[in-house]
């Protein structure tokens, strides 16, 4: 391996990182506001909404992001809905990300042995009292370890970007093989950079789990 | 909408070899895994200091790498280093049965400490032999346990076949993307119909088998 292509490369790939990262944490983010809202319409049997959500959740969790990104990038703008490449990543691994953290957060929610609730009632909690108290606190410890796996699978899933034409690390490595044949040292600085983007991710991840995991009651 | 494509000429019949192509690949590739997966799976739990260290590193690897990376890794890198020709297929299913070796090595080990020291204990006192034990108590339960979770990481490798796309075999997705192509004059909205055509084979695909997966969950619960 040549360091000075090495050096030379950093740069680009600095950017490619940045972009990845950018647009892992704000599908992440999207992806934990839908779940979250997906995960109190199942825990709540809204009817309509319900059947819904199910369905999406179905039908997300068991395609590919590759095919949901082709879908979205390519297949809509045919029927006049087009968005950008970087909108689209997003969206894309929202809603992918979506389906994952209902589950989670759903099966978190649905723990909480129902005795709970009635006696949390017959106490004279208000239902606010009864979430804030109850079954937030519990649900939440029941579901981290399973955000956490969502988190890192979604990031690791951001390598698939570089099909809908994003400059993320897939595509810078792809392309500096591609142009220049230092396959060695494009392929290093791709393993270092998603090194750098999930060790962290894992590490804090076992640690967080390790941390609220005293919380839980009667176990 | 472009739905007319699909079924004008061969076409679907060349989306459905296209989803072949994937799933012979995740199929042989879940072959390994599972059989791979157990024997490291097992060797997990004996409490060796080297293997535990080995195969900590390994999971970490498979954790926190995206397997694009790694069959670009083996397809681009392995050339490279070695000046031979690994085709494409046989470097993806190398990387499938890497990832899916870990996985499963993962849910094995999972399922073997989730069984009891007291269920080893009991059997002991009862006089039964170590092998008797794993015969009649341990492995039963642990294969219960198993079969759902196997069950799940076949779709989960199918879902994740679709990459092979990217290092050029030709599969649904490359399929699709020739269909439209080829169609780009007569039916400008080819896109949109193709791709919810593969989107919807997808789902086809993996859906049944997750559906059995939690079945069996829920019938072997206890």
């Known amino acids: 391996m040549d360091q000075e292509v090495i050096n030379s490369y950093i740069p680009l790939f600095k950017d490619a990182f940045l972009l990845t990262v950018k647009i892992g944490w704000l599908g992440i983010a999207l992806a934990f506001l839908l779940g979250i809202v997906c995960a109190f319409i199942l825990y709540f049997k809204i009817p309509v909404a319900k059947t819904v959500v199910r369905c999406y959740v179905e039908l997300f969790r068991n395609t590919p992001l590759l095919v949901q990104l082709f879908f979205i990038y390519y297949g809509l703008p045919a029927v006049g809905i087009s968005i950008s490449a970087e909108v689209c990543g997003v969206v894309g691994l929202g809603l992918l990300g979506g389906s994952y953290m209902t589950e989670s957060i759903r099966s978190g929610l649905e723990a909480i042995p129902v005795i709970q609730t009635e006696s949390a009632l017959s106490l004279g909690m208000t239902n606010g009292q009864l979430f804030k108290n109850v079954i ?11 955000i956490v796996a969502n988190v890192i699978f979604l990031l690791k899933e951001t ?61 | 909408m472009g739905f007319e494509v699909i079924f004008k000429g061969k076409n679907f019949i060349r989306l459905l070899s296209g989803l072949g192509v994937a799933l012979r690949i995740s199929v042989i590739s879940v072959a390994i895994s599972i059989a791979l997966g157990i024997v490291i799976g097992m060797l997990m739990t004996l409490k060796k200091p080297v293997i535990n260290a080995v195969t900590r590193v390994y999971l970490e690897i498979v954790r926190i790498m995206p397997q694009m990376v790694l069959l670009f890794i083996v397809f681009f890198g392995f050339t490279k280093m070695t000046g031979s020709n690994l085709s494409a297929e046989l470097s993806s299913i190398i990387v499938f049965s890497f990832w899916g070796t870990a996985e499963m090595a993962d849910l094995v080990r999972g399922c073997m400490i989730s069984i009891p020291v007291i269920q080893y204990e009991s059997s002991k006192a009862l006089g039964l032999t170590r092998l008797q034990t794993y015969i009649y108590v341990i492995i039963p339960q642990i294969v219960r346990r198993l079969i759902p979770l196997s069950i799940n990481l076949i779709t989960r490798m199918i879902k994740t076949t679709s990459l092979i796309m990217m290092i050029g075999i030709v599969e649904v997705l490359k399929v699709a993307q020739q269909i439209i192509e080829a169609n780009r004059k007569s039916a400008p909205k080819a896109a949109f119909g193709v791709f919810a055509a593969v989107f919807l084979l997808y789902f086809l695909a993996c859906w049944p088998i997750s559906c059995l997966s939690k079945y069996l969950e829920k019938k072997w619960e206890n």
């Open chain 1, 136 to 146: 937030l606190p519990q649900a939440f410890t029941i579901s981290v370890p399973g």
């Open chain 1, 159 to 219: 390598s698939v970007f570089s099909a809908i034409s994003l400059m993320d690390l897939m595509f810078t490595a792809k392309d500096l093989i591609g142009l220049y044949y230092n396959t060695m040292e494009s392929l290093f600085l791709l393993v270092i950079f998603y090194v750098i983007m999930l060790l962290p991710v894992s590490l804090a991840g076992t640690f967080i789990e390790k941390k609220v995991r005293f919380k839980m009651f009667g176990d």
